[in-house]
């Protein structure tokens, strides 16, 4: 028969191996958790380069705020400050302004995109927007929107896409303009701060951050960072050739129909055709933060 201290050991042994058991559970469960994050948030992140396709002329006195392909090699352009802000239809190939909306002195114009038959535009440090029709640039009416400030806008083709300078992408009814989802984005647990010109391509959003050469591929279903496109080498190429005058990185325009990225800045006297490739040199968390969070 088993002494008391055999049963009380045994007893002990039982309850120390339960113990374990439970400890080897929740560790490969947190493990297992732990390195799904791992993998959503940067094992399938991407960091793109890429390469000149083409050059084109751009208007150097063009304060780039929003940009958008509008078929026949033609680009609408919504430009910024006081008392110079406008819409307008341009010619890729050489630059020229076909059709000039003229906004009025009391406007800074900032986001565009084009849906239907209609570009929407909105406005700096207002809530105020406006609506075209995209044949002849007339203006057919004023809104409101509920965002926070106005800085960038873009479609794809159901509902509007808007960033107001802080890390919030908004999705936003067209119909009613109220705002029907929000999305705070963020990478390495940071907000991404000052979201500007966005663009909707392939299923992405693209958003200029303001102040940096970087433009971030976030998903419109959640906000997760899907990849970095870096182009600091732009911005450097234009100051190198004595284009002193420049400002930061804005603008991305997409073709559809023949796969073609636009890409130019405020005051820029080029506008870029790029095609993009995995970046071959290594980028970490902390090389991103550096370059691409203001």
């Known amino acids: 028969m088993a002494t008391f201290k055999q049963l009380y050991l045994r007893k002990v042994f039982i309850l120390v191996s339960i113990i374990l058991l439970v400890s080897v559970i929740l560790v490969l469960g947190v493990s297992s958790a732990t390195w799904n994050k791992v993998s959503s948030d940067h094992y399938s992140l991407q960091f793109y380069d890429f390469e000149i396709v083409n050059e084109f002329p751009h208007d150097s006195t063009a304060f780039t705020q929003g940009l958008l392909y ?3 090699d033609t ?3 919504s430009t910024g400050l006081y008392r ?3 819409v307008r239809k341009v010619a890729i190939r050489t630059g020229k302004v076909e059709i000039l909306h003229k906004m009025a002195d009391s406007y800074f114009g900032e986001g565009l995109t084009l849906l239907g038959e209609r570009l929407f535009q909105v406005t700096w440090l ?3 927007g406006f609506i075209y029709d995209r044949k002849n640039l007339q203006k057919l009416e004023q809104f409101t929107h509920e965002m926070e400030d106005g800085w960038g806008l873009a479609t794809d083709g159901k509902i509007l896409y808007g960033s107001d300078g802080t890390s919030t992408l908004y999705q936003i009814d067209p119909q009613t303009l109220k705002v029907t989802t929000k999305n705070v984005i963020k990478f390495n647990g940071q907000n991404v701060r000052y979201l500007n010109e966005l663009e909707y391509i392939n299923g992405e959003i693209w958003a200029n951050v303001w102040q940096t050469d970087c433009i971030a591929r976030i998903s419109p279903n959640n906000g997760t960072i899907l990849g970095w496109i870096l182009l600091p080498s732009l911005r450097e190429g234009l100051l190198a050739a004595g284009y002193n005058g420049i400002d930061v990185l804005n603008g991305i ?3 559809s129909g023949n796969n073609r ?3 130019t800045g ?3 006297p080029k506008l870029y055709e790029i095609k993009l490739h995995p970046a071959k040199k290594h980028y970490n968390g902390e090389d991103i933060e550096k370059l ?3």
Do not use: M
């Open 70 to 72: 509008a078929g026949n």
């Open 75 to 77: 680009l609408f352009e």
């Open 84 to 86: 110079q802000s406008s």
């Open 126 to 128: 207002t809530k105020i």
């Open 253 to 255: 325009a997409w073709d």
């Open 261 to 263: 990225i636009f890409v």
């Open 266 to 268: 405020k005051l820029w």
């Open 292 to 294: 691409c969070l203001a």
